[in-house]
């Protein structure tokens, strides 16, 4: 029982950071996925896939509200806790003004985006590029906040009480993040892909009575959002593993003797692995609607996932 005290507790310490990554990515990801489909509407001459996007689009835009609350109730705790943090949020030489740039780009983008679907139907072009323009603020925002999470992190490291850096702000996002910083960029597009398809999954659930687009809808857009959690959630369980054996090195041992780390890492799998059941059986299925139990339980077993993930990650740094 002991055993599995101590992931649990990690596990439970990691749930509120879990979700707000979860939140955070999903917002990223959905516009970048509403305009693929979008432009695979078009490649097709699918008028379902058209409609998908317009689904996705307004699931976005959902969860870019959710991750500017969070993020305003995260830094109203944490500046509370940390006078001095709040000089990184509001000091016109932070790099958060980057990330408050690019978040700002993408919602200016991502609103038309939405709003103006049915209006510019017409201007299939224009309304892409707009999508595109979105996606792309998305992507920036990866790259923005890995480098401004370096540059804090560094500064941590230097002080007890780090200070914001003296140079503007864009000077360090002229410069490529060395190979480190570029794979956690790629590892968080991929999540980003993972975790909007996943909650993409629940709102055609919640959706399918409001937004009735009739069964061979459900029967084609189910299973393509299936797939879509699927593929990016393989190569983010490859990402991660790869990650961990790195970080290992010659100390493997070290992680098949740490109890509590091989416990939150195997649970973890279990229920990644469990998640791609889910979306393979929805994939493949005849009625995929029959299988809305699962979709439903997806995220949460993601976000859990996420933690246990995290607090094997933590453990295993604090005990090598």
Known sequence: MNTLMEP???TSQLLPK?????????AIGAPILAVILEITAKARNKIFYDKLAKQIASMSLIMYVLFLGCAAGAATY??????????????????????????????????PYTLLWKSMKK???????????????????VHVVTMTMKVFFMQQAAAPVPTVPTLPFINHFLVLPGLAGLYLAGLYLIMSLSFAATIGGLYLVLRRNKDDFGRDYYKFSLPVISKWALIPTLAQLAAVTFIIIYLCGPTKELLLANNTTAICFGLSAVLTLLCCAIWIVTWKSATPMRHK??????????????ATVMAGAMNLYLTM
């Open 293 to 306: 139990i699962g979709l439903t339980l997806a995220p949460f077993f993601t976000i859990i996932a996420h």
């Open 123 to 141: 201007n299939k072009p224009a309304h892409i590029l707009l999508g595109t323009c979105a996606a792309l603020g998305g992507i920036s925002t």
């Open 18 to 26: 879990a979700l707000g990554d979860f939140i955070a990515l999903s």
């Open 8 to 10: 649990l507790r990690l």
């Open 78 to 111: 944490f500046t509370r806790q940390f006078d001095w943090l709040t000089d990184w949020f509001i000091n016109p030489s932070s790099p958060f003004i980057m990330v408050y740039i690019t978040v700002g780009f993408t919602l200016a983008m991502l609103l």
